[in-house]
């Protein structure tokens, strides 16, 4: 029944518990701002439409917050039915497809290579995106979410923006005595480098101190030794300068070695599928570890991604991996082998 009396007091209550809540953030954070981040980052080309999508889905399915999708793509057009796709099931974010027009640039030793010239486009980030972005989180668009991050985001963007640092990645490698000549060739002082598949940016440090100009002229002065790309390019401007990311956030999936899945379910939140063998090839697609980025295909799509190599490859590793019987922790095993049939024998 209702009460006036009663429902006075809980709005009192109310009122005092936010008062305190307000009292506590004033009081505990006036030289340490708490910083929610909601800006991601993606580098694309028509190649990795489906990726690129399926990150974006596995995003958007374990947050709480609004995302502000940034996307720098060759042929933005290409991505809009996507988009469509994208709004047609989601109502958490917004999306702004930035075309990358600049032209007569030298991308070094792409060819024959599983990347493509999409993945030097962050190095023009900050000529790109609005520079009023105060900070995001770039993205590659072999990552998927598993789990709800925006816990962890949030307390390292905020410990970042509160730090002298510009980036926080997680470390790849460490120095000694195999990474010497690696090392010196970058031209690194410091005895450790990061993989920047996750990257998350302090962008008004990044723009005030002009790195962007900074990176292309690097990129310029290593174009003849870079062997990762623009990563290279990022670990020698930077030289072990950043804030250390725990590896659930980056965390690597070689789809060529037995995966731990329980483990990865339980406690990891972005899967970064870093090998040139990936969930969306018939090989990979044998691997356990698939799952993460197939259960995100069959969610949106109610279908396997699978890109075809080259035929004979494909048909040969279709049929040995069936011989080892690997396709019983195959999720929906008969829509997998139409899939896999229809990329070797029709495409």
């Known amino acids: 029944m209702f009460s006036l009396a ?34 991601f980052v993606y580098a694309a080309d028509t190649n990795y439409n489906k990726q690129l999508f399926y990150s974006i889905n596995s995003l ?73 972005i105060e900070n995001y989180i770039y993205l590659d668009a072999d990552i998927v979410a598993i789990n709800n991050f925006d816990e962890y985001i949030n307390e390292i963007m905020s410990k970042l923006n509160n730090s002298n640092f510009t980036i926080a990645c997680r470390t790849e490698y460490v120095y000694n005595n195999k990474k010497v000549d690696f090392f010196e060739n970058l031209e690194m002082s410091s005895s450790k480098y990061f993989n920047a598949g996750v990257m998350f940016v302090d962008h008004k440090k990044w723009v005030d101190e002009n790195i962007g100009n900074l ?26 300068k ?22 990865i379910e339980e406690d990891k939140l972005f899967i970064h599928y870093q090998s040139n063998n990936k969930p969306w090839n018939i090989r990979g697609c044998f691997n356990e570890g698939s799952k993460f980025y197939q259960n995100v295909a069959l969610d949106s799509e109610k279908k396997y991604h699978l890109v075809k190599t080259v035929k004979r490859y494909d048909l040969f590793f279709l049929i040995l991996k069936t011989i080892q019987l690997k396709f019983i922790k195959i999720d929906k095993k008969f829509n997998f082998y139409k899939e896999a049939f229809k990329i070797i024998f029709y495409n």
């Open 6 to 39: 009663r429902d006075c007091k809980n709005i009192k209550y109310f009122s005092l518990k936010f008062s305190l809540i307000l009292i506590f953030i004033t009081n505990s954070h006036q030289n340490n701002t708490i910083v929610f981040v909601n800006n």
């Open 242 to 263: 950043y804030i250390e990311l725990n590896d659930s956030i980056n965390y690597p999936l070689n789809l060529r070695w037995p995966v731990p899945v329980e483990d």
């Open 60 to 132: 958007l399915n374990n947050t709480n917050t609004n995302l502000n999708l940034h996307i720098i793509h060759k042929e933005p057009d290409s991505f809009k039915e996507y988009t469509a796709k994208l709004e047609k099931n989601f109502n958490n974010f917004s999306i702004n497809l930035y075309k990358f027009n600049y032209k007569n640039i030298e991308f070094p030793n792409i060819e024959n290579k599983h990347v493509s010239e999409a993945t030097y486009y962050r190095l023009f980030i900050e000529k790109i995106i609005p520079q009023n």
């Open 215 to 240: 990176l292309l002229n690097k990129l310029a002065e290593l174009k003849d030794k870079l062997n990762y790309w623009d990563q290279d390019v990022l670990n020698s401007f930077f030289d072990g």
